[in-house]
């Protein structure tokens, strides 16, 4: 089954950053849209982030735009969360999600049909 791989997740302080990292096992990122997901304990899975396959095109969730930034390097068959001024309310376990959707993106989890198993981020004093 194809799946992908997170990390980068960790403990860190509000105000601190963490760039998270998704790489597929057994097939190439590059045709593939890329959605970002968290969801923390006894709540539902929450898009926060998405890119396209070109990475022309992204969408962001009110909670985390103008903070967070999605990424990809095709070359390096690898994307990228980028989340910076991180709150509390951050925490949780962070998935990412692959598509082969050859139009933007989207931040519905019904569209990713690849995931991994995602990475805890923490945000603590």
């Known amino acids: 089954q194809l799946r992908l791989v997170e990390s980068g997740g960790g403990l860190v302080q509000p105000g601190g950053s963490l760039r998270l990292s998704c790489v597929p096992q057994r097939f190439d990122l590059e045709w593939h849209a890329i959605g970002w997901f968290r969801q923390a304990p006894g709540k539902a899975r929450e898009g926060i982030a998405c890119i396209s396959v070109s990475g022309d095109a992204t969408d962001y969730a009110d909670s985390v735009k103008g903070r967070f930034t999605a990424s990809r390097d095709n070359a390096k068959n690898t994307a990228y969360l980028q989340m910076n001024s991180l709150k509390p309310e951050d925490t949780a376990l962070y998935f990412c999600?692959?598509?082969?959707w050859g139009g933007g993106c989207s931040r519905s989890r019904d569209e990713y049909p690849y995931w991994g198993q995602g990475t805890q981020v923490t945000v603590s004093s």
């Open positions: 999600g692959a598509t082969p």
